[in-house]
Each structure stands twice: as C-alpha cells, then as structure tokens.
C-alpha cells in the first residue's frame, strides 16, 4: 500500500488529473481506430476531412502519452500537458458544433457539453493547483532588515 500513497504524493492533483485525461484518451484513440462509428463520423465530417478516422485516433492517443509523460513533471513545468489534453476535446467539440450549426448532423450539439465537460476540469485543476507566480524578484524580501 505505499508504493500507491507515494504516486500519489509525486502526482499531486495536477499530475492525477492529467495522468487521468491521458488515459481517457488513449482509450478513446485506440476506439476511434477499431470501432468506426456512423454517428461520430458524420458529426465529425469537418475534420474527418482533414485527416481520416485512423489518425484522429492516433492524435487523441498522442494527445494521451504526453498528458501522461507531463504528469511526472513539478507544477508549473507541465504546461504543455495540459494543452496536450485539451486540444483533441477542443478541436472535436469546435467540429461537432459546427456539424449541428451547419445541420450536416443536427443531433451532434448534444455531444459538445460532454467534449467540453473534459475542458472545465481541466481549467479548474490548472487555475486552483497552479503556482502562484512572483511578479517581481524583490517579493517576498524584505530590505532593512525589517
């Protein structure tokens, strides 16, 4: 039992949350590449003209593995994985709603709240776990001795 209590001290909350996202969303890629879905390709068809199914799959897995790799890094130095873990959830929302809008699939709106869930949770640990950033180096001294 400590080898699951020290992992969760070296995660923090950060690293949990991202550690978590990038699971999900290696799931979802591998999904994505064996089990096409006629709804989600229609709701999809912005950008699944762009790239095929296959390697949109690849890019929420991609988007997973560095999600999970900037779990392990210190606060503030994983940045980058949580802009990693935002970006398939964004992209794919952006493209669902423009699919409703557009009435290419009408019921594809029902599914932006569920992409954009993700990206709530995501801003919420980032803005609440962040550091705090010094705004000048003189903060925290104080000068005369005083």
Do not use: K
Not at 39 to 51: C, F, H, N, P, Y
Not at 53 to 77: E, K, N
């Amino acid at each position: 039992m400590a080898a699951p209590a020290a992992w969760r001290r070296r995660l923090g909350w950060r690293g949990t949350a991202l550690l978590s996202y990038g699971t999900l969303w290696i799931i979802y890629g591998i999904g994505l590449m064996t089990t096409p879905r006629a709804g989600l390709i229609r709701a999809a068809s912005v950008i699944t003209s762009l790239m095929g199914l296959h390697c949109w799959g690849v890019a929420w897995i991609v988007c997973g593995l560095v999600a999970c790799v900037a779990a392990t890094r210190r606060s503030g130095r994983d940045t980058w994985g949580f802009a990693a873990a935002a970006a398939p959830p964004t992209i794919w929302g952006l493209a669902y709603l423009a699919a409703g809008a557009t009435g290419e699939y009408r019921q594809a709106w029902a599914s932006v709240p569920l992409l954009a869930a993700p990206l709530g949770g995501l801003l919420i640990i980032a803005a609440v776990t962040g550091r705090r950033r010094r705004i000048c180096t003189c903060e925290g001294r104080r000068r005369d001795g005083q």
